[in-house]
């Protein structure tokens, strides 16, 4: 057997990866010109590459990193779970961190018997399967049709990209999906001159309210992302807009599904994004940051009411859906440590401490003459660039690679959802980075 090859470099790893490696959300061709990093390793909230250099993870390796990379807690649990059960199929069998996980989760959304996928797709598809499965059980077999919000995100798997309106990821396998409505998006860069973000989130709501007056009896649920629209380009919204269409789901009797998979776990300012409208959906989906950024595990937790609609002697009334590494220990450990270091370091209240002190850091970057919207919920904050061209993002990419810092903007939004540990220096050297890239 070959030796493995040591001290490989930066450029010898990206063109072994161009040419194995079909990157995701990638054209492969524009790697030509913008090759990926070749990271060897992390240290809290920064990326080291092959050559040492180091790069601040501004966006937590797509919103999933939350206390940094190699996190010395999250390593010894996952460590001590490799030396007890590494994986066991979870129909049949059953294990303690699945269990514990699922009592934590349970306590913390007021939801329970949790239902596990390995990403945020599957815990949509499960969400959307659980709730169509429930009104047939029901004897209503008609309410299997789907309502989201315009500009939505939900995944990509095909009853995912149903439910999503990005048209650079859905128009493509229009012919595979299955149709579903979107109602107006309660965004509160759209509000009209002078109107508030909280009226501009009750007139959505209206729209809401007419669509299921006339199709109540045919729509099984309404998905949304809970306050933040991600892929929409962290399009922000008042609370009140989650207030309403719980009352309105209530009053048509139609499912809502809580889509948290990227601003739960403390993402918004609160643990679950949907506390701040005081509210408890039917269905939450979880992933993202459930691990830490460490291991793929995703969530559905929904109502006893539902559970129990699947509770029988027929098989086929059951749920029968499945992964083959649903609940796998090692990510439910991870998981595990993820929520005991919330509740042991306080993270929430010392979150809200830290987005004030960083939002001052930024506030030259508000101020910034290319900037429109500047806006921030929790460890979120975003702008538009007014100005951007064709490229915009790209070339916003690679200014900041040079400051030393990973940031992707999606299109000619900015955002910045940095790990919860980035301290006030490393806020102000991100803030730094992104001013020279405006200007350059």
């Known amino acids: 057997m070959p030796e493995r090859t040591q001290n490989v470099g930066a450029d010898d790893w990206v063109a072994r990866s161009r040419a194995a490696v079909w990157h995701p959300c990638t054209q492969m061709k524009q790697l030509e010109a913008v090759p990926p990093l070749a990271i060897a390793r992390g240290e809290g909230p920064w990326l080291i590459d092959t050559d040492g250099r180091r790069y601040f993870d ?32 979870l129909a049949g069998a059953t294990h303690a961190p ?42 209503q077999a008609e309410k299997n049709g789907f309502i989201s919000l315009q500009n939505g995100y939900h995944g990509e798997t095909v009853g995912a990209l149903s439910v999503t309106d990005i048209p650079l990821f859905k128009d493509t396998y229009a012919p595979l999906l299955r149709h579903s409505v979107q109602v107006p998006t309660p965004d509160a860069r759209l509000a009209e001159p002078g109107e508030t973000a909280e009226a501009f989130a009750l007139r959505c709501a209206d729209a809401l309210e007419a669509h299921l007056a006339e199709h109540a009896a045919t729509t099984a649920a309404f998905i949304v992302e809970p ?63 459930i691990t830490g950024g460490y291991l793929p595990l995703s969530a559905v937790l929904t109502t006893d009411a539902v559970y129990a609609m699947f509770y029988g002697d027929a098989t086929a009334r059951g749920f029968l859906h499945s992964h083959s590494y649903t609940g796998n220990p090692l990510a439910c450990r991870a998981a595990l440590a993820v929520l005991d270091i919330f509740e042991s370091d306080a993270v929430i209240a010392a979150n809200r401490s830290k987005a004030a002190e960083f939002t001052k850091l930024l506030a030259e970057v508000a101020a910034h003459p290319r900037v429109r919207h500047f806006r921030h919920r929790g460890m979120i904050w975003a702008f538009d660039v007014a100005d951007a061209t064709p490229g915009f993002a790209t070339r916003f990419h690679l200014q900041a690679l040079a400051q030393g810092v990973f940031i992707r903007p999606i299109g000619h939004t900015v955002y910045v959802m940095p790990p919860y540990v980035s301290t006030a220096d490393e806020m102000a050297m991100l803030a730094a980075a992104i001013l020279l890239a405006l200007s350059a």
């Open 58 to 89: 501004a966006i937590s390796s797509w919103w999933v990193n939350l206390f940094g990379h190699c996190n010395p807690r999250i390593n010894a649990a996952i460590t001590d779970q490799l030396g007890k059960i590494e994986h066991v199929m």
């Open 98 to 139: 699945v269990v514990e996980l699922s009592e934590r989760l349970g306590k913390l959304t007021g939801l329970g018997h949790a239902f596990y996928g390995s990403d945020g797709a599957s815990a949509t598809e499960i969400a959307l399967k659980m709730s169509a499965h429930f009104w047939r059980n029901a004897g």
């Open 227 to 289: 306050l933040v629209q991600g892929a929409a380009g962290m399009a922000m919204y008042h609370p009140v807009y989650l207030t309403r269409a719980r009352e309105l789901c209530d009053q048509y009797q139609v499912h809502l599904i809580a889509d948290e998979i990227a601003v739960g776990f403390g993402r918004t300012g609160t643990l679950f994004a949907c506390e701040q409208a005081g509210i408890k959906p039917d269905f939450i989906c979880l992933s993202k940051g």
